[in-house]
């Protein structure tokens, strides 16, 4: 892999129903274990690539905060178990989650925001692609309870009033979308939004009452959402499933509009090693609830014949979400003094 994100793989099938299979026990956020991230102690969030550039890890100082909420890592077969959520105190599931997606994608927060990352008992890769939807419901339900109860306690012991910046990827964002409706979409708590980063995930302009779509990069109070594909390739059943109304928001021009962006825009990404790419490295453009890139400007790309870049959604745009996110929340607070 180009990108060291492991948050695919081929897919794997659980035979029995939600009712037959095991639930582990839910995490206990009063102990930091059960944390992913968090500014208190030390994490993977707390990274920044190994390129010498001037980058600092800023979270002592910051702020705002950065509520993130990782992707499905859990895609192997269960060992001895029809298990369809994670158990969060699976080391080696754990290891998994600091060294792909806290690594690569909460990192990018640490220049602006102060990252709080619930450890939860994810749903199975396959709760996304089994016909039997009633099982796949329940999972994702144990996973959003877990979600739910992280952020309460969040808000009752760290947040203490401060901006809060929700960011998610793939599972974290099916959540993330579904928090932002239970505690900010027109309720008090959405004064303290400074953005939502919901990518990886289908969301239609018009999915929130009161929040709206980000269509310039300093707006704040808003989401943004992109998912990226290889130029000229439409996803199976993008127009009969009506993915072409998604929102698709350009991570190079922070709009909406379907103007091409030249690689000269790309700030860099990171690559294999947590290492920063030079600039340019891709190109982008929303094409009808997508986002078109074309070759990627790095060793070996000639060999690369990827047509969906989920993988890569926040790898490949890195530098430009780090300096964005600092936008919008400079924005934020100059609009509250």
Same mark, same amino acid.
């Given at each position: 892999?180009?990108?060291?994100?492991?948050?695919? $793989?081929?897919?794997?099938? =659980?035979?029995?129903?939600?009712?037959?299979?095991?639930?582990?026990?839910?995490?206990?956020?009063?102990?930091?274990?059960?944390?992913?991230?968090?500014?208190?102690?030390?994490?993977?969030?707390?990274?920044?690539?190994?390129?010498?550039?001037?980058?600092?890890?800023?979270?002592?100082?910051?702020?705002?905060?950065?509520?993130?909420?990782?992707?499905?890592?859990?895609?192997?077969?269960?060992?001895?178990?029809?298990?369809?959520? $994670?158990?969060?105190?699976?080391?080696?599931?754990?290891?998994?989650?600091?060294?792909?997606? =806290?690594?690569?994608?909460?990192?990018?927060?640490?220049?602006?925001?102060? =990252?709080?990352?619930?450890?939860?008992?994810?749903?199975?890769?396959?709760?996304?692609?089994?016909?039997?939807?009633?099982?796949?419901?329940?999972?994702?339900?144990?996973?959003?309870?877990? =979600?739910?109860?992280?952020?309460?306690?969040?808000?009752?012991?760290?947040?203490?009033?401060?901006?809060?910046?929700?960011?998610?990827?793939?599972?974290?964002?099916?959540?993330?979308?579904?928090?932002? %409706?239970?505690?900010?979409?027109?309720?008090?708590?959405?004064?303290?939004?400074?953005?939502?980063?919901?990518? *990886?995930?289908? @969301?239609?302009?018009?999915?929130?009452?009161?929040?709206?779509?980000?269509?310039?990069? *300093?707006?704040?109070?808003?989401?943004?959402?992109?998912?990226?594909? %290889?130029?000229?390739?439409?996803?199976?059943?993008?127009?009969?499933? $009506?993915?072409?109304?998604?929102?698709?928001?350009?991570?190079? @021009?922070?709009?909406?509009?379907?103007?091409?962006?030249?690689?000269?825009?790309?700030?860099?990404?990171?690559?294999?090693?947590?290492?920063?790419? %030079? @600039?340019?490295?891709?190109?982008?453009?929303?094409?009808?609830?997508?986002?078109?890139?074309?070759?990627?400007?790095?060793?070996?790309?000639?060999?690369?014949?990827?047509?969906?870049?989920?993988?890569?959604?926040?790898?490949?745009?890195?530098?430009?979400?780090?300096?964005?996110?600092?936008?919008?929340?400079?924005?934020?607070?100059?609009?509250?003094?």
């Amino acid at each position: 892999l180009i990108f060291s994100l492991s948050l695919l $793989a081929q897919k794997s099938f =659980i035979s029995q129903k939600f009712e037959q299979s095991y639930t582990p026990p839910p995490p206990d956020y009063t102990n930091p274990n059960y944390w992913a991230a968090l500014p208190s102690k030390r994490d993977e969030a707390d990274s920044l690539p190994k390129n010498k550039i001037q980058l600092a890890d800023n979270q002592a100082n910051a702020q705002a905060d950065v509520f993130f909420l990782h992707p499905t890592i859990f895609i192997e077969k269960s060992a001895g178990k029809n298990v369809w959520n $994670a158990d969060v105190n699976d080391a080696e599931m754990n290891k998994n989650v600091d060294y792909s997606t =806290i690594l690569n994608q909460a990192s990018v927060f640490n220049g602006s925001c102060k =990252i709080y990352a619930p450890r939860y008992r994810q749903a199975h890769l396959q709760a996304f692609y089994t016909s039997d939807t009633a099982t796949a419901r329940k999972a994702f339900e144990v996973a959003y309870a877990d =979600i739910k109860a992280s952020f309460e306690y969040y808000l009752e012991n760290y947040n203490q009033n401060r901006p809060i910046v929700i960011a998610a990827h793939s599972q974290g964002t099916v959540h993330a979308k579904r928090l932002l %409706k239970e505690f900010f979409d027109g309720k008090p708590l959405q004064k303290q939004l400074v953005a939502a980063y919901l990518v *990886g995930i289908v @969301t239609p302009p018009n999915f929130f009452e009161n929040i709206p779509p980000g269509i310039s990069a *300093g707006q704040t109070g808003c989401f943004v959402n992109w998912r990226t594909y %290889k130029k000229d390739y439409i996803p199976e059943d993008h127009y009969q499933l $009506a993915y072409n109304k998604n929102l698709s928001v350009n991570p190079l @021009t922070w709009d909406t509009t379907a103007v091409y962006a030249d690689r000269k825009l790309n700030k860099g990404g990171v690559g294999l090693g947590f290492k920063l790419t %030079k @600039t340019a490295v891709v190109d982008a453009q929303n094409h009808e609830g997508l986002l078109w890139i074309g070759k990627i400007d790095i060793p070996g790309s000639s060999f690369i014949k990827n047509k969906n870049w989920h993988r890569a959604d926040y790898n490949l745009f890195w530098m430009n979400i780090r300096e964005n996110v600092a936008l919008r929340i400079e924005n934020y607070l100059k609009s509250i003094r």
